[in-house]
């Protein structure tokens, strides 16, 4: 404790995390080999929606809520039938539980004279692009038609699409104090909210994912790295 401090909660030298400064940051990448190549229309529409999930990378997201990667270990405890004290543990799989991020949605309105920009590109919900990675991580147009539950997505793409996910914690000014980097994510599920005219709370939308392992880094004063651990192999 510091000279003059009267116990852990007034020590002016110790900062406790807060539960609700953090961000998320995404790192989507629809540039995925489409067997046929797009061409007219598909072509098109695609352009469009690679400028609409660039603007959501990188930008820190502030969610409502999302649950810090945590992981189990398995094991098996073999003993003597014969009674005793021998006893052997044999270690089995480390498996990291599926989190969930549950998000609002903000949208932006440019108006003008109380008329709204007539801009069809211009951008109006992190949610957009969202949804959008979403679909090619599912295929894309090459995916199955989702609106007939036949939807076959595959592994590779979706990993590669949704890319690395990084939920940082921060102090009050906003500096970084540690992270987490989700690796190899996939989709295992989506909630949005119910309508109803007697709740006017903000929308939500939930998505809940699974992935390979989490890396944990830590920050010093200077914002440098101090611990990587957990890195992917």
């Known amino acids: 404790m510091s000279e003059g401090s009267f116990g852990f909660w007034t020590d002016n030298n110790l900062y406790l995390k807060k539960k609700n400064i953090f961000t998320v940051e995404f790192q989507f990448d629809i540039d995925i080999n489409f067997e046929p190549a797009l061409e007219g229309q598909e072509l098109e529409d695609f352009q469009k929606h690679k400028e609409i999930v660039q603007k959501v990378n990188g930008v820190p997201i502030f969610l409502k809520s999302v649950k810090l990667p945590q ?47 007539g801009d069809p590109n211009s951008f109006r919900s992190p949610l957009e692009g969202i949804q959008l990675a979403i679909y090619y991580a599912l295929g894309g147009p090459r995916g199955a038609n989702v609106q007939n539950a036949t939807q076959a997505w595959v592994w590779e793409v979706m990993t590669y699409v949704l890319g690395p996910i990084i939920i940082t914690t921060r102090n009050e000014f906003g500096d970084p104090l540690d992270e987490w980097v989700l690796w190899e994510c996939l989709i295992t599920g989506t909630e949005s909210s119910e309508l109803a005219y007697a709740d006017d709370s903000a929308l939500e939308f939930s998505l809940m994912l699974d992935y390979k392992c989490a890396q944990y880094i830590s920050y010093d004063a200077a914002g440098m790295k101090k611990v990587n651990v957990f890195k992917p192999t």
């Open 71 to 117: 992981f189990t270990l398995g094991s098996e405890k073999l003993r003597n039938p014969a009674g005793g004290d021998q006893m052997i543990v044999k270690p089995e799989l480390l498996d990291w539980e599926p989190i969930r991020l549950t998000m609002v949605d903000p949208h932006f309105q440019e108006r003008d004279a109380g008329t709204e920009s």
